[in-house]
């Protein structure tokens, strides 16, 4: 039973537009949300993160948006960048009913810029 | 180093080989997570060290697992008596501050295949 779902295995989008990528949970105990860039044969790195008590975060071109009665989050990234491409993964802690102490991700978007 | 590192990067083991993957965390670091990462899927939780107390390791698939942080920094996990099934990138992260509500770094991982 996955806890984090991001339901779009692909994404592409044109360079300059929008990129929105979307995650749902299940889990009403989370409390923390973190997107992770990861290009190929790297370590995931952190991107942007939401507590519960928000419903927007935003940071440079990233923008995340919460909303909690829904279970969603989503990605912004505009405007979209070739060295935006990669995978994206949805992750998120607080009681989950097993790792308390660490994050429960999803499977993973893989964004493509295309030029 | 100025990043996590792990090492090997790379390690194929035959079935029933025991084997053992290092993590150095970022100096200073006191929480260290392990992730296994399978093929086409999100990182999972395994098992989480504040300093050198394993707080949480409900992540661990079985008792052939086993990772250990005896002096607060280098942590190693071991697998014993290794299947197929444990064929998958093993991720290390490390963060400033406590628990998963916080940027963990991720090193490159280690990618092990049991032939």
């Known amino acids: 039973d996955q806890q984090v779902k991001q339901n779009s295995p692909s994404l592409s989008v044109q360079e300059g537009r929008i990129s929105i990528l979307n995650c749902d949970y299940t889990?009403?105990?989370?409390?923390?949300f973190l997107w992770y860039k990861k290009y190929p044969a790297e370590g995931p790195t952190f991107l942007i993160s939401?507590?519960?008590?928000?419903d927007k975060n935003e940071d440079g071109r990233f923008t995340v948006f919460l909303n909690k009665s829904a279970k969603h989050l989503s990605l912004h990234i505009v405007p979209s960048q070739p060295g935006d491409s990669a995978v994206y993964f949805c992750a998120a802690s607080g009681y989950s009913g097993g790792g308390a102490d660490g994050l429960t991700f999803g499977k993973g978007t893989h964004l493509i810029i295309q030029p | 180093g100025a990043g996590v590192s792990q090492s090997p990067r790379y390690k194929v083991a035959k079935r029933g080989q025991d084997v053992a993957l290092r993590c150095d965390p970022i100096?200073?670091?006191?929480?260290l997570f392990w992730y296994q990462q399978a093929l086409g899927q999100g990182p999972e939780f395994l098992t989480y060290f504040q300093n050198e107390a394993q707080l949480d390791k409900s992540g661990l698939p079985s008792d052939r697992f086993f990772a250990e942080r005896p002096e607060g920094s280098v942590s190693t996990l071991k697998i014993q008596r290794t299947q197929q099934e444990d064929s998958a990138v093993y991720l290390c992260?490390?963060?400033?501050?406590?628990?998963?509500?916080?940027?963990?770094?991720f090193g490159q991982g280690t990618r092990l295949t049991v032939v």
């Open positions: 992260a490390s963060s400033l501050a406590y628990g998963a509500n916080t940027e963990a770094f």
């Open positions: 100096s200073g670091h006191v929480s």
């Open positions: 939401i507590s519960s008590i928000k």
């Open positions: 889990n009403s105990m989370f409390d923390y």
